[in-house]
């Protein structure tokens, strides 16, 4: 999985500073080769990337940040699972070769990739999707609640929604 995140990071163009991700997608055994990254672009300034390592595949869609997000409240956030700190978002991200700035700023963005890898140590899975809802930043505590192979992940509001299969 790693280095599936690190050739979409060696993808990575200048002008998608500031993109956020909107969606992750992963899968164990899918892949047979070791190819180029493939990008797609949208209209609507949605870039599209997948990767393909050895037998797996990763794909993320980015999206423009218009720092103007506001997230579903939860009322029943779950169960505390953790609270990345600056430096952890940081170092995580400079050593997948995440060049994205907002993961390096003042009050850093944890990165999907960063959420994926944490959730991988909780379970094991084959496939991933995770959908991205609001940004989960360094030092907010998140809390995790489980509906059969969906887990919610929220701060004061949904952040992110897994399936894990």
């Not at 990763?58 to 505390?80: N, Q």
């Not at 009050?107 to 990739?113: A, L, M, N, T």
Request: net charge positive; aromatic share 10%; with cysteine.
């Amino acid at each position: 999985m790693e280095e599936l995140m690190k050739a979409l990071c060696r993808a990575w163009e200048d002008e998608w500073q500031g993109m956020v991700m909107g969606e992750l997608r992963y899968s164990k055994g899918e892949g047979e080769t070791d190819g180029p990254c493939e990008i797609s672009w949208s209209g609507r300034k949605i870039i599209r990337i997948r990767a393909v390592k050895g037998t797996g595949r990763m794909e993320i869609l980015l999206f423009p940040f218009s720092g103007k997000t506001v997230g579903k409240k939860r009322a029943d956030k779950g169960t505390w699972w953790h609270t990345f700190s600056e430096e952890e978002v940081r170092s995580f991200s400079l050593a997948l070769g995440d060049h994205n700035e907002i993961h390096q700023s003042h009050r850093p963005v944890v990165s999907g990739f960063q959420i994926a890898s944490a959730l991988m140590k909780r379970k094991n899975f084959e496939r991933l999707r995770i959908h991205f809802h609001h940004p989960l930043y360094a030092g907010d505590a998140v809390y995790l609640k489980q509906a059969g192979n969906r887990v919610y992940g929220s701060s004061d509001v949904l952040c992110f929604e897994a399936v894990m299969e």
